[in-house]
């Protein structure tokens, strides 16, 4: 088993007498790649600065492989890399003067500076950027640069603040892409987001924050309730053409907790597992129904965050 590489432990954060964060616990390990969601004003950027140590927290303790994080103590961080959701550049440099910048910043050798740069420009699509002033970008191509300069000294933790912000879909297929390639590297990755859909496909673990505080944590399976305590799935059944005597015909199927008939769309309650299922989708063929599609319905990111009893998503 992989080993902690972050832990945040009640952290609370306040702002005069405002608390933004509210006793804030998880922990990740090598490999898990944390979705943090949650409306404006949730507390997720205020707790991604703390887990950086860039905000000094109130109570509670962060800690990066063990060690705890000090905000007046840079090496502390030195495991950790942070790209803000309106990263900071120097407009002036170019692409590739930037990154050497920061490679010089972290005391890199210059050739693996020079390795790096070509490596990230190449693995966040910027080649064609190399010698283009930073302030000739847009602003996709800015977080992705921003990007770049956070994976420059190869960090362990990885944190990042809305870094699908200004991609277009084509660039958002590859950030996903480059996402599930650093979590299989083993490293520890926080993204918060509020492209849900994106964050289905590559996260391990899913945060829900509301007014400072954790609402639900857990695996994308535990959070979508892929995994819940429920011992059945619901079926949906789609048929070629209405019949008035489904209900009839699926009275004896043993296996069937319950029917729900609207037109030529069934939906079937039935044991968590495939043999019921390829049991009943049987049983619906040698009943003469005309089947054209038979799959298990899938709570999805969106609609646990709305039971989470969030009115919505911004």
């Known amino acids: 088993m992989s080993a902690t590489l972050l832990e945040l432990d009640r952290v609370r954060v306040r702002y005069g007498s405002f608390l933004a964060v509210d006793d804030v616990t998880f922990a990740l390990r090598g490999g898990d790649l944390l979705g943090m969601i949650g409306p404006n004003g949730a507390g997720k950027t205020t707790t991604l600065r703390a887990a950086a140590g860039l905000q000094p927290i109130t109570t509670g303790s962060v800690k990066i492989m063990g060690e705890p994080i000090h905000p007046d103590r840079a090496d502390s961080r030195a495991p950790l890399g942070f790209t803000p959701d309106t990263p900071a550049v120097y407009e002036t440099l170019t692409v590739a003067q930037y990154l050497q910048f920061i490679g010089d910043c972290y005391s890199m050798d210059r050739p693996l500076i020079k390795e790096r740069i070509d490596f990230w420009l190449d693995q966040l699509w910027l080649r064609d950027k190399r ?143 495939k043999a019921a299922a390829a049991e009943a989708l049987k049983g619906l063929i040698m009943a003469g129904l005309p089947v054209v599609e038979f799959r298990p319905i899938q709570v999805d990111l969106e609609q646990a965050y709305l039971r989470s009893g969030i009115a919505q998503v911004d």
């Open 131 to 273: 010698d283009a002033p930073v302030k000739s970008l847009s602003r996709g191509m800015r977080q992705r640069l921003a990007v770049a300069r956070t994976l420059m000294p190869d960090p362990f933790v990885v944190l990042l603040d809305e870094p699908a912000a200004g991609l277009d879909p084509g660039g958002r297929l590859q950030f996903r892409q480059l996402l599930a390639s650093l979590r299989d590297q083993g490293k520890a990755i926080i993204v918060s987001s509020h492209i849900l859909a994106d964050l289905a496909e590559y996260c391990t673990h899913i945060l829900i924050m509301e007014r400072g505080r954790v609402l639900r944590f857990g695996t994308v399976a535990d959070i979508s309730g892929e995994s819940d305590a429920s011992d059945t799935t619901q079926y949906a059944v789609t048929l070629a053409a209405r019949l008035g005597d489904v209900e009839n015909r699926l009275k004896s199927f043993a296996k069937v907790r319950a029917v729900r008939v609207d037109g030529e769309k069934l939906t079937l309650e039935l044991p968590r597992d």
